[in-house]
C-alpha cells in the first residue's frame, strides 16, 4: 500500500491479526480464494497490531478497540469483531484472594481494550485502591500470589483459569455495570478499504463462524473447551447491542478517569 494512494488492484492488503485461539474462526476462511490472494496476514499479540496500525504498518487489524482514541480517523470494516454477552474466559484478573484484599495488580503488557477496562472497573465498579502496575514481559505470570493480582488475556489466561481460586472475567464484570456486551477487539483500518474487498472479507470471517467444528478440528486438543469458546464465551458478531457497548467504553475512555 502506497500512503497517498488508494488500493491498487495488485497492491496486497495488509491484515493484522491477533495470534490467540480467540481469532481462529474469524480467520479461517481468510485461506480460501477470492480473498486470500488479495491480502498478506501479519500476526502478532493485540498490543503490537496496535502499533503496527499506528505505524501504517498495517492496513486493517483485528486491533484493540481502546486505541482508536489514538488515531485521526478510523474506520470499523465489517460486521465482526471479537466481543462477549456475558462472561469471556479469556479475560480475567486472577487471584489467591478475593478483590478487597487485593494489594497490587498486574496488567497484562500484550492488552490495551482490557487494561484500560481493568482501570475503570478498579475505580468504578470494584471501587477498590490496589497498586496497579503495568506489566512488561511475561514474567509477572510468576508474581501472580499471594495478595498480588493479575489481568491476564488470551490463550495464557485461558491456562491460568484451573490455578486460581478467584476469577473476576471482565467481560462479565462489564456486564454487570453496564449491561451491556463487551467488545475488546474490531477490524479497524485508518483509511476506507475498498466496498468490495469489506464484502469478500466479511464473507470470509462469516466462514469459519458457519464451520466451527472444521475450525477446531485443525487446531491441537489444549486446556480448555473450544466448541463452548468459540459458540458461548465469545461473541463475533458486531450487532447493534455490541455497538452500544463499544460506544459506551469509547466514550468512558474519552472522558477524564
Ligand atoms: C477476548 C480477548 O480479547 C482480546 C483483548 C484485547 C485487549 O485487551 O486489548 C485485544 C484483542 C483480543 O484478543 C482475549 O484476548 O482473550
Same mark, same amino acid.
Given at each position: 500500500?502506497?500512503?497517498?494512494?488508494?488500493?491498487?488492484? #495488485?497492491?496486497?492488503?495488509?491484515?493484522?491479526?491477533?495470534?490467540?485461539?480467540?481469532?481462529? =474462526?474469524?480467520?479461517?476462511?481468510?485461506?480460501?480464494? =477470492?480473498?486470500?490472494? %488479495?491480502?498478506?496476514?501479519?500476526?502478532?499479540?493485540?498490543?503490537?497490531? /496496535?502499533?503496527?496500525?499506528?505505524?501504517?504498518?498495517?492496513?486493517?487489524?483485528? !486491533?484493540?478497540?481502546?486505541? *482508536?482514541?489514538?488515531?485521526? @480517523?478510523?474506520?470499523?470494516?465489517?460486521?465482526?469483531?471479537?466481543?462477549?454477552?456475558?462472561?469471556?474466559?479469556?479475560?480475567?484478573?486472577?487471584?489467591?484472594?478475593?478483590? #478487597? +484484599?487485593?494489594?497490587?495488580?498486574?496488567?497484562?503488557? +500484550?492488552?490495551?481494550?482490557?487494561? /484500560?477496562?481493568?482501570? $475503570?472497573?478498579?475505580?468504578?465498579? $470494584? %471501587?477498590?485502591?490496589?497498586?496497579?502496575?503495568?506489566?512488561?514481559?511475561?514474567?509477572?505470570?510468576? &508474581?501472580?500470589?499471594?495478595? *498480588?493480582?493479575?489481568? !491476564?488475556?488470551?490463550?495464557?489466561?485461558?491456562? +491460568?483459569?484451573? %490455578?486460581?481460586?478467584?476469577?473476576?472475567?471482565?467481560?462479565? &464484570?462489564?456486564?454487570? /455495570?453496564?449491561?451491556?456486551?463487551?467488545?475488546?477487539? /474490531? $477490524?479497524?483500518?485508518?483509511?476506507?478499504?475498498?466496498?468490495?474487498?469489506?464484502? #469478500?472479507?466479511?464473507?470470509?470471517?462469516?466462514?469459519?463462524?458457519?464451520?466451527?467444528? #472444521?475450525?477446531?478440528?485443525?487446531?491441537?486438543?489444549?486446556?480448555?473447551?473450544?466448541?463452548?469458546?468459540?459458540? @458461548?464465551?465469545?461473541?463475533? *458478531?458486531?450487532?447493534?447491542?455490541?455497538?452500544?457497548?463499544?460506544?459506551?467504553?469509547?466514550?468512558?475512555?474519552?472522558?477524564?478517569?
Amino acid at each position: 500500500m502506497h500512503k497517498n494512494k488508494g488500493f491498487g488492484v #495488485e497492491e496486497k492488503i495488509r491484515v493484522g491479526i491477533i495470534n490467540y485461539l480467540n481469532t481462529r =474462526p474469524l480467520l479461517y476462511g481468510l485461506q480460501f480464494p =477470492p480473498i486470500t490472494e %488479495k491480502i498478506e496476514l501479519i500476526e502478532d499479540v493485540p498490543a503490537k497490531l /496496535a502499533e503496527l496500525l499506528l505505524n501504517d504498518q498495517i492496513d486493517v487489524g483485528l !486491533v484493540p478497540v481502546a486505541i *482508536t482514541r489514538k488515531l485521526p @480517523q478510523y474506520y470499523i470494516n465489517g460486521n465482526y469483531c471479537i466481543g462477549a454477552i456475558g462472561n469471556v474466559a479469556s479475560v480475567c484478573v486472577f487471584s489467591q484472594v478475593p478483590l #478487597e +484484599q487485593v494489594e497490587k495488580i498486574y496488567l497484562d503488557y +500484550q492488552s490495551r481494550s482490557s487494561v /484500560a477496562l481493568c482501570r $475503570w472497573l478498579i475505580l468504578n465498579h $470494584w %471501587k477498590i485502591h490496589p497498586e496497579i502496575i503495568d506489566a512488561r514481559n511475561e514474567a509477572y505470570l510468576d &508474581e501472580i500470589k499471594g495478595t *498480588t493480582a493479575g489481568l !491476564v488475556i488470551g490463550d495464557r489466561a485461558l491456562q +491460568q483459569r484451573t %490455578k486460581f481460586e478467584y476469577i473476576y472475567d471482565l467481560a462479565g &464484570e462489564w456486564k454487570n /455495570a453496564t449491561g451491556l456486551p463487551f467488545v475488546f477487539a /474490531a $477490524w479497524v483500518s485508518t483509511r476506507k478499504l475498498p466496498d468490495h474487498f469489506i464484502a #469478500e472479507f466479511d464473507k470470509a470471517n462469516a466462514y469459519g463462524l458457519d464451520h466451527l467444528d #472444521e475450525v477446531i478440528a485443525r487446531i491441537p486438543e489444549g486446556i480448555y473447551d473450544l466448541k463452548k469458546y468459540y459458540s @458461548q464465551d465469545l461473541s463475533y *458478531t458486531l450487532d447493534e447491542e455490541k455497538r452500544k457497548g463499544l460506544d459506551r467504553f469509547l466514550k468512558i475512555l474519552a472522558a477524564p478517569l
